[in-house]
């Protein structure tokens, strides 16, 4: 069983940065790969990006590609999303999860566990 609680979501204004946090319990977070994903009101929950157990492995959606990075530190139980050059249109609930596969992958029902997600909202 994981917990995963989200943090570091706020307000900022286009253009902007933000970093996301998400501190996991359990001592196999290791053993996990770990997504990001968001929903904006009104759609479906979409994959944002994914990373690999050890941190060798990252994916993202084309629209945050080069702008959005992804990393974890399993010493501290925790994966990120650094965000920069921030638009209107990533607002959304940020939310991260962790898989019980081996591999990272994009789907949201592959994904076991979840966190309650963190508000980010950019203005124009």
């Known amino acids: 069983q994981v917990q995963l609680e989200e943090s570091g979501g706020g307000l900022v204004q286009a253009g902007g940065s933000l970093r996301l946090s998400c501190a996991a319990s359990g001592r196999t977070f290791s053993n996990y790969p770990m997504g990001w994903f968001r929903q904006a009101p009104g759609k479906e929950r979409e994959f944002v990006a994914t990373?690999?157990?050890?941190?060798?492995?990252?994916y993202y959606t084309d629209s945050v590609s080069g702008r959005f990075t992804i990393s974890r530190d399993n010493a501290k139980n925790t994966v990120y999303l650094q965000m920069h050059s921030l638009k209107p249109e990533d607002t959304a609930v940020y939310y991260c999860?962790?898989?019980?596969?081996?591999?990272?992958?994009?789907?949201?029902?592959?994904?076991?566990?979840w966190g309650p997600g963190t508000q980010v909202t950019v203005s124009s």
């Open positions: 999860a962790a898989r019980r596969g081996n591999v990272p992958v994009r789907a949201v029902a592959a994904y076991d566990y």
């Open positions: 990373i690999s157990a050890t941190g060798g492995t990252a």
